[in-house]
């Protein structure tokens, strides 16, 4: 028998979604697309605030 090892969101480490794959909601999709996005812009100004 082998053991899948259960996905879990890249963001959280929450189980992911099928619907949200492969982050576990449109929350976390939407931060990795804006890490992205900020990783590519590098647009100057204030850093955004930590999100609690
Ligand atoms: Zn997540």
Redesign the pocket.
Known sequence: MTKQPQR???????V?SDE?AP???S???D?DLLKWLDDGYSLPGPPAPPEE
Request: aromatic share 6%; with cysteine.
């Open positions: 879990k969101c890249p963001i959280c480490g929450k992911r949200h982050f576990c909601s929350r976390c999709r931060r």
